[in-house]
C-alpha cells in the first residue's frame, strides 16, 4: 500500500548577489537544493518518474547502484523510506570497504539493503547483477546509476517549466550529462525557451564523452559542456576551497567541493572570457546534493589550509 508521499513544489528562483562572481547583476539561482534536505536537487528530478514507473508497475522494490558517496544512493532510500518502497544498491567495494561514511549511514538508517560489489563486477556487469540477486523477485525493478535514462531527463525538463523568465545562459554541474540533456528538452518543450544557452561544467574528467551523448539529442537549443574537474572527480585546489568559505558566508548558501563548488566557480571564468557577458540574464542551477560537503575527506581539508 503506498503510504506518504512527497509534496514536493517548484523550488524558488532567487536573485544571487555575490561578491564572488564577476559579476551578478542579473544572475539568479534556482534553489533545487531546497528541495529537501536528503533527496535535493537533480536526484530528486532525476528519480521522480523512476519511481512513477514503478508505482504504475505495482514494483514494491526499488534496485539501484552507486559509490559509497553517492547522492543518488541517498536520496532513493530517503524515498523508498517516505513511499513504503523497500530499497537495495549496489555498492563498489572497494570503497564500501574503505570505511563507512554519514552516506552508508543514512541509507542504512532508511532501511536500504547495501550490496557490496567488487569494482571490475560492478563496472560492467550492472544488469547481470541485478538478475542474479534479484531475477525471481517480481516486485524488484532496476533503476540506473544516477536515475539516468528518459525518466530521469523528463524529471529534470519539468524545471524549466519553473522558470519565472527566459535567461539567457542556465550554468549547472554536470557528470553524467543526464541533468544537460533533460535542461535541453525542457529548453526544446517550452516555447519561448529555443534561445536560452545551457552550459554544463564537468566536474570530472568526461567532458569529451558528455558531449557526445548531447550531439544524440540533435536539438537545436544551444549548449556547451566546459571543462570544469581541476583534476578530476572530487578533487580541488586551495582556491577552490577559499572560493566556497567566502560565497557561503557572503550568501548563506551552501555549496559543495565536488559539484556545484566547482560550476560556480566555473561561472567566473565564463565571465571573464566573455562567454556570458555583464548585460546578459544567468541562472545557475543549485543541483543540491550537500552531504559531500560533510565528507571527513573536505572537513579537514577546510580546517587544514
Ligand atoms: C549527481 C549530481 C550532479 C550531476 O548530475 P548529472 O545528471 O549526472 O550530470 C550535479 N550536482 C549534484 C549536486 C549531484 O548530486
Known sequence: MPKNAFHIGQSEVQRLVSDQIVF?????????????????????????????????????????????????????????????????????????ESKSNHFLFL?????????????????????????????SDEQALMIEEGGAGDEGERGVSELIFELPFVPDHIVHASATATTAA???????????????????????????????????????????????????????????????EAFTANTGILIDPVYTGKALYGINELMRDGTINSTETVVFLHTGGMLGLFSDYYVNAFGKK
Open 24 to 96: 551578478s547583476e542579473n544572475l539568479f539561482i534556482k534553489r533545487d537544493d531546497l528541495i529537501h534536505p536528503v533527496v535535493s536537487g537533480n536526484k530528486w528530478r532525476k528519480l521522480k518518474y523512476h519511481i512513477d514507473t514503478a508505482q504504475k508497475l505495482g514494483k514494491t522494490h526499488l534496485v539501484s547502484f552507486g559509490g559509497a558517496f553517492s547522492n543518488h544512493m541517498a536520496a532513493l532510500a530517503c524515498s523508498g523510506a517516505v513511499l513504503g518502497l523497500k530499497t537495495s544498491c549496489f555498492i563498489r567495494g572497494d570503497e564500501f
Open 107 to 135: 541509507a542504512q538508517l532508511y532501511g536500504m539493503q547495501l550490496i557490496p560489489v567488487e569494482r571490475e563486477l560492478y563496472k560492467s556487469h550492472k544488469s547481470e547483477l541485478f538478475h542474479t540477486h534479484f531475477g
Open 182 to 244: 533533460g535542461l535541453i528538452k525542457g529548453l526544446m518543450n517550452r516555447k519561448g525557451f529555443e534561445k536560452t544557452r545551457v552550459h554544463s561544467m564537468a566536474v570530472l574528467k568526461n567532458g569529451a564523452e558528455q558531449t557526445s551523448k548531447l550531439q544524440l539529442l540533435e536539438s537545436e537549443i544551444d549548449w556547451l559542456v566546459h571543462e570544469a574537474d581541476m583534476g578530476g572527480y572530487a578533487k580541488y585546489n586551495p582556491q577552490l576551497l577559499r572560493f566556497i
